[in-house]
Structures are given as C-alpha cells and as structure tokens.
Nanobody, 123 residues
C-alpha cells in the first residue's frame, strides 16, 4: 500500500503564491510512478491540474493553469510539489496529490490519492 500526504495548503491572496507538497510512503512504492495534482472546487467535480513523470523531465498541465502553476518532484524523498503563482479566487478548493502511471493520472484514475489540502484564495 502507498500513502500520499499533502501539506502546504492555507489562505493566499489572489496574485500571491503558495507551495503545496506531497510525500509518498509505503512498502509498495514504485519509483517509476508518475505524480500529479488535482483540484476540487466547491460544487464542481475534481479536475486535473498537472502531472510529472518519474524522472521529473516531462510535465503536462491543464490549459487553465499552464504558465501559472508549476509541478516538480524530488525523488530522493519521494516528494512532489505544486507551486501556485497568481492563483485566482475561483481556484479555491481542495488540492489532491495522485500517484500512478502517467496515462492513469492524466485520465483522473490514478492508483493512489492523497486526502487533500484546502487552499483558499481571497480577492
């Protein structure tokens, strides 16, 4: 089993910045897995934001966050990060970390999910 734990959520003003972290742990950890981030805003379905391959060399973003959010990872301690630059109030929600194969993460069906961390963007 693999566990994912997010941290770094909180309140941020629109136009500010925030860094979210995700730590993966567990005996079944697969070092070749991709990691990604999703968001669920109030009244909306969970949506894909970004994914990064296991080497950290390939990334892909949802059009809505490309150029403002950055995904990164540090394999030495199995961490993934999401840097939020200039978030908007409508991007308030619970941010989830995910881990699995690249296609599964892109499809929104990763093998593992974190429990999420709340981000509130104020205007």
């Amino acid at each position: 089993q693999v566990s994912l734990e997010e941290s770094g959520g909180g309140s941020v003003q629109a136009g500010g910045s925030l860094r979210l972290s995700c730590v993966a742990s567990g005996a079944a950890l697969d070092s070749s897995a991709a990691m990604g981030w999703f968001r669920q805003s109030p009244g909306k379905e969970r949506e894909f934001l970004a994914v990064i391959n296991w080497r950290g060399t390939i990334t892909f973003y949802a059009a809505s966050v490309k150029g403002r959010f950055t995904i990164a990872r540090a394999n030495a301690n199995d961490k993934a990060y999401l840097y939020l630059d200039s978030p908007k109030p409508e991007e308030t929600g619970v941010y989830y970390c995910a881990r699995g194969s690249g296609p599964d993460v892109l499809a929104g069906t990763p093998r593992y999910w974190g429990k999420g961390t709340q981000v509130t963007v104020s205007s």
